[in-house]
Structure formats: C-alpha cells, structure tokens
C-alpha cells in the first residue's frame, strides 16, 4: 500500500511539472513583449520608449535565456512564489488568492448539485419498471450535454431574473447570486454523471447477486441502496477528477455571464492583458486542484473495491 501511495504522489508531481512547463513554453513563444504591453498601457496608446523598455525588461528579468527563465520561475513556484502581475503590480498569490474563494463556494454548490441531481436521476432510472418513464429519464442526460453552458445561462437569467425577479442577475453578493451559476454550472455535469452511473446501474442491475438478494426478499428500495448503488458508483467516482476539471472550465465563462468575481473572471482578465505570470499561476494552480482530487480519487479506491487491496496486496508479496 505504501508503495501505491508513493507511485501515485511522484506521478502526481510529474504532471504537475509537465503542467508548468508546457505553459511556460507556450507562454514563452506568444508574439508579445510585455514589456511594451506595461508601458503601453501606462501611456494610453503613446508611443513606447524602446529605453525604458529595455529597462523594464531587464528589471523584470526577460532579458535573460529561457532556460534561465525557466528555471528561475520554477525554483520560485516551489516556494510558493508565483511571481508579480505584470498588468497590476501585485503579487500573483494575492490575486489568487483572493480570486478562488469566490469559485471555490460556486463550484462546491455546483458540485453538489450535479451529484445530487445526476445520482437521484440514475437511481430513479434504474429503479423504475416503467419502461417509458426509463426512457424518458435516460434521454435527459445527452440533452444536458449537449446544450452549451452559456446558453443555459442565458434562459436561465431571462426566465427566473428578468421576467420573474427571483434570484439576482449578476454580482457576488450573497447565497441568492449563486443558486443560477451554479445551477448553469452543474447541469452538464449532472448529465455526465448521470451517464455513467445509470449505465453500471444497469449493469449491477443484472449481476447473479441482485437476482440473490431478491430471491432471499429483499425489496428493490433496498437492493438499489446497499447493493446496486454502491458497486455502481465506483466508474462515477473515477469521473470525479474529470469533473472537477470541467466545474474550473466552466467557471471561466459562468462567471463572465453572471459578472461574477472569481476564479474565470481573472483567467479572462489575465489572457486578455497577456499577464504571463498570472496565467502560469492559474494554469498551475488549477493542475493542482485536478492533481490532488485525482490523487485521492486514486487513494480512495484500495478503501472501496476488495479486488483493487487484493491486487495491491498480491503486488506487494
């Protein structure tokens, strides 16, 4: 076991460096000087003096080599320095850090919900011995795919903000402005869960030992719950780290729609400005959000699945 856990930490680190340096390379060979952008947006479009140009890149240290770079910005992220703004000033941390509280309360509610709703949606699926009701509730899931984030969003402010004033349109302020992103957000993660957890259902459903368990008098409320739903929920739970990815996706362009300060909001500011080390801080902080809960998605699976510490403990002899 503890030879798993190390294996999944060091691969865990690697794409984390891989993340970072793929960024930087990107980053790196964009056709911009930011130098010129700073001073150019510090004169209002005037001309921009190429020596306090130089001057400013050699302050910022853009004078020297990319290996340089490189290896000077990676010593200082393993620190926890992610550098300075080159659009504000501030420290890349700060901005961060006051960024991802915001995103953090939006995608948790988010989370919850899609789970909530795209779990209740497959138990009730596969519980169901309507064979129309089945099929109504299974074609939901690819239509909740399918329907892009920012048009949900869209309806959803027309109908339940413009015409019924129930929730509020835009801003941060309070529970009331997150009930509409959060829904947009969770709609077509709630479809995705949905997906895979109504397809092991069913596969659970036809496995010898549900045939056992209704023999013996079980009801299917009870064989749903402590049979069904727990084998099946082990694909769902290796989707968790794709989900999470796709909940900081799509932030970005809930919170333009709903105008909300986050997480998104910063990444749209930071690309917009071409802010290098801002957008090497989300970027490597966000493969650290999808590294650790793809981490303890891995480490959670020897505590579920006998046949995953069977494997593991036949490695380990």
Same mark, same amino acid.
């Given at each position: 076991?503890?030879? @798993?856990v190390?294996?999944?930490?060091?691969?865990?680190?690697?794409?984390?460096?891989?993340?970072?340096?793929?960024?930087? !390379?990107?980053?790196?060979?964009?056709p911009? =000087?930011?130098?010129s952008?700073?001073?150019? #947006?510090?004169?209002?479009? #005037?001309?921009? =003096?190429? &020596?306090?140009?130089? $001057?400013?890149?050699?302050?910022?240290?853009? =004078?020297?080599?990319?290996?340089?770079?490189?290896?000077?910005?990676?010593? $200082?992220?393993?620190?926890?320095?992610?550098? /300075?703004?080159?659009?504000?000033?501030?420290?890349?941390?700060?901005?961060i850090?006051?960024?991802?509280?915001?995103?953090?309360?939006?995608?948790?509610?988010?989370?919850?919900?899609?789970?909530?709703?795209?779990?209740?949606?497959a138990?009730?699926?596969?519980?169901?011995?309507? #064979?129309?009701?089945?099929?109504?509730?299974?074609?939901?899931?690819?239509?909740?795919?399918?329907?892009p984030?920012?048009?949900?969003?869209?309806?959803?402010?027309?109908?339940l903000?413009?015409?019924?004033?129930?929730?509020?349109?835009?801003?941060?302020?309070?529970? &009331?402005?997150?009930?509409?992103?959060?829904? /947009?957000?969770?709609?077509?993660?709630?479809?995705?869960?949905?997906? !895979?957890?109504? %397809?092991?259902?069913?596969? &659970?459903?036809? $496995?010898? @030992?549900?045939?056992?368990?209704?023999?013996?008098?079980?009801?299917?409320?009870?064989?749903?719950?402590?049979?069904?739903?727990?084998?099946?929920?082990?694909?769902?739970?290796?989707?968790?780290?794709?989900?999470?990815?796709?909940?900081?996706?799509?932030? !970005?362009?809930?919170?333009?729609v709903?105008?909300?300060q986050?997480f998104?909001?910063?990444? %749209?500011?930071?690309? /917009?400005?071409?802010?290098?080390?801002?957008?090497?801080?989300?970027v490597?902080?966000?493969?650290?959000?999808?590294?650790?809960?793809?981490?303890?998605? =891995?480490?959670? @699976?020897?505590?579920?699945?006998?046949?995953?510490?069977?494997?593991? &403990?036949?490695?380990?002899?």
């Open positions: 076991m503890t030879l @798993y190390l294996r999944r930490v060091a691969a865990a680190l690697v794409v984390l460096l891989a993340a970072f340096t793929v960024t930087f !390379v990107v980053l790196y060979l964009l911009s =000087d930011p130098a952008i700073m001073l150019d #947006a510090g004169t209002g479009g #005037a001309s921009v =003096d190429p &020596a306090q140009a130089e $001057a400013l890149r050699e302050r910022l240290g853009l =004078d020297r080599s990319p290996v340089e770079q490189y290896l000077s910005a990676l010593g $200082a992220a393993a620190t926890g320095d992610l550098g /300075t703004s080159y659009a504000t000033g501030a420290p890349v941390t700060a901005l850090g006051q960024a991802l509280p915001e995103t953090a309360r939006l995608t948790g509610l988010a989370l919850l919900l899609a789970v909530a709703g795209g779990a209740g949606l138990s009730w699926a596969s519980w169901t011995r309507s #064979a129309r009701l089945r099929g109504l509730l299974l074609a939901l899931p690819p239509l909740g795919v399918a329907v984030t920012f048009w949900v969003g869209l309806v959803l402010l027309q109908l903000s413009f015409r019924l004033p129930v929730f509020p349109a835009v801003g941060n302020q309070g529970f &009331a402005s997150l009930v509409l992103p959060a829904v /947009t957000l969770a709609i077509p993660l709630s479809a995705t869960i949905a997906q !895979v957890l109504a %397809q092991g259902m069913r596969t &659970a459903w036809a $496995a010898p @030992y549900v045939e056992t368990a209704l023999a013996k008098g079980a009801t299917r409320t009870r064989v749903q719950v402590r049979h069904v739903t727990r084998n099946a929920s082990l694909p769902a739970l290796t989707l968790l780290g794709v989900v999470v990815g796709n909940l900081l996706a799509g932030a !970005v362009v809930v919170e333009t709903f105008s909300r986050g998104g909001r910063l990444v %749209q500011a930071a690309v /917009t400005s071409q802010d290098i080390p801002v957008v090497l801080g989300l490597l902080v966000a493969a650290a959000v999808f590294v650790v809960v793809n981490l303890l998605v =891995d480490l959670a @699976y020897p505590l579920l699945d006998p046949r995953t510490r069977a494997h593991l &403990a036949r490695s380990a002899a």
